[in-house]
């Protein structure tokens, strides 16, 4: 389950939010799902079902990466589902997850349990 997920590291080196993380180029290649390499291994895995959640608020570099990341998956053959959660950003997407009654929360266990998507 990948929620509002940075697919490539790369943009954000030249951003203040690297001064604390002090990611070098070699990093954020190593660590980025949507880096050729990473990619090559992740298809690999063909079983694995993938589900890429973004806020409906979200930014469009989320919204873009999680597009992206979702056609890469796609067009490797991959199992893959695409949620826009109404009304969250990246931020409350998560937070509210810890809601009983919040209904994401309910779709991650039901994921969780049985590896697909109930929207």
Not at 74 to 103: I, K, N, W
Request: net charge negative; aromatic share 8%; hydrophobic share 40%.
């Amino acid at each position: 389950i990948h929620l509002s997920g940075v697919f490539d590291l790369l943009p954000i080196l030249s951003t203040s939010v690297n001064f604390p993380l002090k990611m070098t180029r070699l990093d954020a290649e190593m660590f980025s799902p949507l880096q050729q390499g990473n990619m090559d291994r992740l298809v690999t895995a063909k079983h694995l079902q993938h589900w890429v959640v973004v806020g409906e608020n979200d930014s469009p570099a989320f919204k873009d990466q999680a597009e992206k990341y979702v056609g890469e998956l796609e067009g490797r053959g991959c199992q893959v589902a695409f949620t826009v959660q109404p009304s969250e950003d990246h931020f409350s997407l998560v937070e509210r997850l810890m809601e009983d009654q919040y209904s994401l929360t309910h779709q991650v266990l039901a994921f969780i349990n049985t590896g697909s998507v109930s929207c």
